[in-house]
């Protein structure tokens, strides 16, 4: 587009021109072929960086690799279906464990009750009633083995005798001749 060149104030001496007279600037500096744009410690540094990142994403790709059980030959896929999988089994897996340890303190909390044939109880008992809390608490168990006890009698277990020592406290015993010989030593030192 042409401007027109309006002088305000014209003096005399100056020609007019119909086009501005401009004073012609230095030229762009242009990259010459084969020249460098960017110094070689800038560019060894950018790769050095990027080499940094691709060996970062292959010890992030086998691991994930390894945590998904994949083979190096497969591929990975939609990771967001193959996360999502994942963490399904692993919820599976953490309830079924879950659920094992709970048995395992039923089972405990069953045969500490005394009185009971432990091995009939632990068929006959309707474990619906118990219940374990997150710290590992049992309840139930004693009202269910009190139902099972109504409805199956055979249940109920002989008393057993108490544990008794050897030689309990205050019992005369017989002394021997080596006893009482030990007593005579012991007395005298």
């Given at each position: 587009m042409l401007y027109p060149?309006?002088?305000?104030?014209?003096?005399?001496?100056?020609?007019?021109?119909?086009?501005?007279?401009?004073?012609?600037?230095?030229?762009?500096?242009?990259?010459?072929?084969?020249?460098?744009?960017?110094?070689?410690?800038?560019?060894?540094?950018?790769?050095?960086?990027?080499?940094?990142?691709?060996?970062?994403?292959?010890?992030?790709?086998?691991?994930?690799r390894t945590v998904m059980g994949l083979k190096e030959g497969d591929e990975l896929g939609d990771l967001n279906a193959r996360v999502s999988a994942y963490?399904?089994?692993?919820?599976?897996?953490?309830?079924?464990?879950l659920q094992a340890a709970n048995q395992r303190l039923i089972r405990a909390e069953l045969r500490s009750l005394e009185g009971y044939n432990h091995k009939l109880l632990e068929r006959v008992i309707d474990l619906s009633g118990v219940q374990v809390d997150d710290e590992g608490n049992?309840?139930?168990v004693k009202e269910a083995a009190e139902a099972a006890l109504k409805e199956f009698p055979e249940v109920k277990a002989e008393k057993r005798q108490q544990y008794a020592p050897l030689n309990p406290a205050g019992a005369n015993i017989p002394a021997n001749e080596n006893q009482k010989m030990n007593d005579l030593i012991r007395g005298r030192r």
């Open positions: 060149y309006i002088q305000l104030f014209a003096e005399p001496a100056d020609p007019v021109t119909a086009e501005p007279v401009s004073e012609p600037t230095a030229p762009a500096a242009e990259p010459k072929k084969g020249g460098r744009l960017f110094s070689e410690d800038y560019v060894h540094t950018v790769r050095s960086e990027a080499a940094g990142y691709r060996t970062a994403a292959k010890t992030y790709e086998a691991a994930l963490q399904k089994s692993l919820s599976k897996q953490r309830e079924a464990t049992v309840t139930g």
